[in-house]
């Protein structure tokens, strides 16, 4: 199973709600990533988990809450958005480095889900 | 820092025909380079990578990309297209040893004309 899988596929939401994305992966990678994709731009990387600990925060305002409760999920938890945030959000995964260090473990190739088309009002 | 430039934001060709997307990079420091694919309303898929050895890079779909270090380029090719290969291209590269973190660059629109 080479799948990322996103849930939902759209959501739209008021700037007063609470919601939150899932990202499911069952290929035994140790490392996730949330990823904000507005229209025709790159994505832009917003947190890693590694272990299931935050390794990377991208200076993501704290409207966006991520979550990693085990190996094979991912959660970003929404609160209080602002329109601006309306975006296709993309959930990766990896190969993780080695735990411990850097080591010479290559992460590899990150598998992208299909995304979760975000519409804050 | 690193950063990647894409030199075309949209490219045209008729079905058939060949085409290259140019990608240039810029490190200090060794890099890894990808090419990902990104088709509408989908999330991006991996078409090739180069990561060491030999600098012709052969990946899914019937593409090719050449790393050349003098002229920090990798620019992706292929010797003909389909209606199907209509997408958004993304060159992006990381830092070895640090590669979790991938810096995309903006992106060429390929655009197959019948």
């Known amino acids: 199973d080479t799948e990322v899988t996103q849930t939902p596929k759209h959501l739209v939401m008021g700037m007063t709600n609470k919601k939150s994305l899932k990202c499911e992966q069952h290929?035994?990678?140790?490392?996730m990533y949330w990823y904000k994709q507005k229209a025709k731009k790159p994505p832009e990387l917003m947190f890693v988990y590694s272990y299931e600990k935050l390794s990377i925060n991208e200076s993501v305002p704290s409207r966006f809450s991520p979550e990693c409760p085990n190996s094979s999920l991912l959660n970003l938890h929404l609160h209080a958005l602002q329109p601006e945030d309306s975006a296709l959000y993309l959930c990766a995964s990896s190969q993780a480095r080695t735990a411990g260090g850097p080591g010479q473990l290559l992460v590899g190739e990150q598998f992208f889900g299909p995304g979760t088309r975000l519409t804050v009002l | 820092a690193q950063s990647v430039t894409q030199l075309d934001s949209q490219v045209p060709v008729f079905e058939e025909a060949p085409v290259e997307l140019r990608c240039n990079y810029s490190s200090s420091v060794s890099v890894y380079l990808f090419w990902y694919v990104q088709y509408p309303n989908q999330g991006l898929q991996l078409l090739l990578k180069?990561?060491?050895?030999?600098?012709l890079v052969k990946g899914i779909n019937g593409f090719e990309a050449e790393f050349n270090k003098s002229q920090t380029s990798f620019h992706l090719r292929k010797p003909s297209v389909h209606i199907s290969d209509t997408a958004e291209y993304f060159c992006?590269?990381?830092?070895?040893?640090?590669?979790?973190?991938?810096?995309f660059g903006k992106g060429t629109r390929l655009h197959i004309l019948p």
């Open positions: 290929m035994g990678h140790r490392a």
């Open positions: 992006a590269v990381s830092v070895v040893n640090r590669d979790d973190k991938i810096i």
């Open positions: 180069y990561l060491s050895g030999s600098t």
